[in-house]
């Protein structure tokens, strides 16, 4: 039921970080992968992909940028023959107080967190249409339902994101494409690493999540699953937060 | 941990209750499917027989109890029956449930009562009982049954009452995900919409215009079948979902999510 032998996954921002670890699981549970990342093949991305033991492959391409993300699942279909997931994962984070924040850095962050996500769903749903079904799972953030602090593109990309999901949800189930979205709580990794070293907001952070810790990118490995395999056949349209209890609190 | 590991439930003691029928006994079987030694309660032991036959021929343990959850003395003495009988309980799947569909103008109270004992006091008792065990063995996960009418949407269907015994159960699932959070026991909840069940059977499916409306208000234009209640809850059940707690999973074909409207030009 949470096997994904025989089928093809595209992950966005699968380089490094949670896209990384994302990518690796989906090719443990048997897919094969598609990763796409803007800077080049690393070792570390090389190391973890060949270790998890599926056929994969790396697709560079800069999402902020239309002319690169525009034939970005075509490519991947022409690799591997099909495609039967999309995780939305590429995202950046830029923090300035919203008085003085920058313009181009709103425009980059909307373009790639936002619009992207709208163009490579539109591209992967065209695909799994004629192949009768497919699963999209966007990575939206607790950003999706909060506003954070000088992080306002950011927010504004992630309740996009969130909207977005139950829009295509709607639009797509019909045609038996499941659209949901992933929503992470505080997760170790390079881009929450600021908050993490902050000897004021660590604790703080900690003190409020029920389960007592951050999370660990793995995870979000289970969740990934269950919403790209046959077990969520029935779940359309959900933002499944992934926090250790943030937001019931 | 390999991908098999993590939806894995070898070894694992589940008790399920509302087990003789419906989505209870898709989910029981389920569990088992995936490796969980299953402990049915229903009204009599005698109405899990089926359940239990699925179970075994999953290969695995699995025994009736006859209990009502309304009543907290015999949730206490059944559940301490279940731990002594299985030596643990790991997962706990609240089910056991009732409906009525009655105009509010019109409900009987003793209607609203027993609603309220079954489906919101009956988890409650039993998150009581089994959450002193899980307490004590530092570990454990919970999945109560909410519904769609449970917080998510009002649905003007007659069953005021019903809805709000569901949306205690979302909050009671959220209070308990915080205190118990740091304990190592999580409580999440799933939330389904109509599915093909005999508890729905007369009171929904036989009803044309009624289905007529699920269809064209639902994204994905069918009820949802028992089976397919399986996967999400074992997800939660699992070590794949180690990071949630306090989620209300709607399994409800895009219900909650949308608003689907056809549109056709004039």
Not at chain 1, 40 to 60: D, H, N, Q, V
Not at chain 2, 38 to 61: E, F, H, K
Request: with cysteine; glycine share 12%; net charge neutral.
């Amino acid at each position: 039921m949470f096997e994904l032998n025989g089928k093809v996954a595209l992950v966005t921002g699968g380089r490094r970080g949670l896209g990384l670890a994302m990518a690796a699981g989906l090719a443990r549970a048997g897919a094969t992968v598609a990763v796409n990342g803007t800077a080049a093949e690393s070792a570390e991305l090389k190391k973890k992909m060949t270790a998890a033991g599926a056929p994969w492959a790396y697709f560079r391409a800069d999402l902020a940028d239309r002319d690169q993300r525009q034939g970005l699942v075509q490519r991947v279909v022409d690799r591997f023959g099909r495609l039967d997931i999309l995780v939305n994962g590429a995202g950046i984070q830029y923090r300035q107080p919203a008085m003085e924040f920058d313009l181009g850095k709103w425009d980059l962050i909307i373009s790639l967190m936002l619009t992207a996500v709208f163009e490579l769903s539109q591209q992967a749903a065209r695909v799994m249409e004629k192949q009768g079904g497919g699963k999209i799972v966007n990575i939206g953030s607790l950003s999706c339902f909060q506003g954070g602090w000088t992080v306002p593109a950011y927010t504004a990309a992630k309740h996009g994101v969130a909207g977005l999901t139950k829009a295509l949800a709607n639009e797509w189930a019909a045609k038996n494409i499941q659209v949901n979205a992933i929503a992470p709580g505080y997760f170790d990794t390079d881009m929450c690493a600021p908050i993490k070293a902050d000897p004021v907001r660590e604790p703080k952070i900690r003190d409020r999540i029920p389960a007592g810790r951050w999370g660990e990118p793995e995870d979000l490995v289970g969740p990934l699953l269950f919403l790209a395999s046959d077990a969520s056949n029935y779940v359309d349209g959900h933002i499944l937060v992934v926090d250790g209890g943030w937001m019931v609190r | 941990m390999n991908i098999q590991q993590l939806f894995d439930l070898s070894g694992k003691v589940a008790l399920v209750t509302g087990a003789g029928r419906g989505l209870g006994r898709a989910v029981a079987t389920g569990l088992a499917e995936f490796g969980a030694e299953v402990a049915a309660i229903d009204l009599t032991a005698d109405n899990s027989r089926d359940t239990v036959a699925a179970v075994t021929a999953a290969g695995r343990t699995g025994r009736a109890y006859g209990c009502d959850v309304a009543n907290e003395d015999a949730v206490q003495q059944t559940v301490a029956q279940i731990a002594a009988d299985f030596g643990r309980i790991d997962i706990l799947i609240n089910i056991a449930g009732i409906t009525a569909r009655i105009p509010t103008t019109e409900m009987p109270p003793a209607t609203v009562r027993r609603l309220t004992e079954v489906n919101y006091y009956g988890t409650f008792w039993m998150c009581q009982e089994v959450g002193k065990i899980m307490l004590a063995q530092r570990g454990g996960a919970i999945v109560n049954m909410s519904a769609l009418g449970g917080g998510f949407v009002g649905t003007g269907r007659g069953n005021a009452a019903y809805s709000a015994t569901k949306g205690a159960i979302a909050s009671l699932t959220k209070e308990l995900a915080c205190e118990w959070g740091g304990q190592g026991i999580r409580v999440n909840a799933v939330a389904p919409c109509w599915f093909q069940t005999e508890m729905n059977a007369t009171s929904i499916f036989s009803n044309k215009n009624f289905m007529a409306q699920v269809i064209t208000k639902l994204p994905m234009k069918r009820i949802g079948q028992p089976r397919e209640l399986i996967g999400p809850v074992v997800f939660l059940a699992s070590e794949a979902a180690s990071m949630i707690t306090g989620l209300i999973l709607p399994v409800d074909g895009g219900a909650a999510a949308t608003c689907p409207i056809e549109w056709k030009p004039e």
